[in-house]
């Protein structure tokens, strides 16, 4: 049987497996059709979503699919489950190129009843395939594995894109995730895990991108994002409701970085080196990044973006730096050699955007080969960048 328009059953008993042979394949008469089901009972037997059909679920249910059969995205086409799930004895298969909309609480899972996908025969993740996670209640990304897995990625996908209705909306990343085409940040935050080394992030590899590049304030990574490669990349990094992006350019091998935002101050910031020189006067109060090389050892220089320049406490060109941690606060742009001129953009020290009010800018560090804890730092020339303080008392009389 064919259908290529909405389908909606309000009761009575439908029953599409007695013949295991039958087939219903949804079509893209319309290319964007709803399944609506608010009553009855529906079984269904082989079902296939034909490539170039969307179908969107309103009601309870797409039905149980039958024992024996399969429900099938196949290449091209999409379902788009919302907040309800696939349920039967028979199986679920979301082929390559293929597209799963997920609005469950609890994302996709391998087995069990919870999730949109809830078939207790097998359920196929495909790793070619698109994730969207949307709507607005919170989510895991949920515990699945794809057609391509391993220790370290139980998750391969193509795409994951984060459509949240609201821009402070969550998505929690259940397992580390690959994704090797494109990380589409469009609406939410992707949480991933707050500890260094430690399960679960998100990694793009060199042949991925991220959209929008960088992502937004609407939509980025609080926790560890990695990415893979030897070209120029800017972290979609974020915490505590605000973004705050780290980059690196073109390190000098191909390696593996990880990298989050931390909207707190670091739990230092007192400690000056004594080298190398021009030495720090005093560092950011308010935020760091952390910034690991997870790879082969490689140099790069980093960039660090305020979004904000009133709230990161960026005053002026002329005495900003990239400070990094190393048992205290040294100058990485004085690595190698300091800048000929504070006051203006060098190869040793690089800004652009403005350093007032609310504007966004970028500070670049000179090239670095140890890595670790970064935030912005002032030299001791006049005016100094307030890099804003935490005032815990005062007395008048």
Known sequence: MTVGGNVNISGGTIKMDTKLTSTLDLVPTTPSSTWTQTGGTVTLGTTNIKSGKTITLIGSKIGDVGAGTTLTVETGGKLMASNFPVTGGGNFTLQAGAHLGIGSAAGITASGASGNVQVSGTRSYNSGATYEYYEG??????????????????????????????????????????????????????????????????????????????GSVNSYVDGFIRRQGQ?????????????????????SVSTEFEA??????????????????????????????????????????????????????????????????????????????????????????????????????????????AFGTFTFGSVGIQPLNPLPVNLLAFAAE
């Open 137 to 214: 209640l919170a989510q895991s990304t949920g515990n699945f594995t794809t057609t391509t897995t391993s220790a370290a990625y139980p998750a391969t996908v193509a795409n994951l894109i984060i459509n949240k209705s609201s821009s402070s909306n969550v998505v929690t990343l259940t397992s580390t995730t690959d994704v090797t085409t494109n990380l589409q940040l469009t609406n939410g935050l992707l949480r991933t895990s707050y500890t260094a080394a430690t399960a679960p992030w998100v990694r793009i590899p060199s042949t991925a991108t991220v959209t929008p590049a960088g």
């Open 231 to 251: 070209t120029d990349f800017t972290f979609p990094t974020g915490n505590a409701g605000r973004f705050a992006r780290i980059g690196v350019l073109a390190p």
């Open 260 to 369: 989050r935002y931390i909207a707190t101050p670091f739990s230092n910031t007192t400690s000056m080196a004594a080298a190398p020189i021009t030495i720090l006067d005093h560092v950011s109060k308010k935020e760091h990044w952390i910034l690991n090389n997870t790879g082969s050892a490689a140099s790069t220089k980093v960039r660090l973006h305020w979004e904000d320049a009133s709230f990161s406490g960026i005053l002026k060109f002329d005495s900003l730096t990239v400070g990094r941690w190393n048992a205290a606060w040294e100058n990485s742009n004085c690595y190698g050699a300091c800048p000929a001129n504070w006051t203006t953009s060098t190869a040793q020290r690089t800004y652009t955007g403005v350093a007032s009010g609310s504007s966004a800018g970028t500070i670049q560090s000179n090239t670095v080969s």
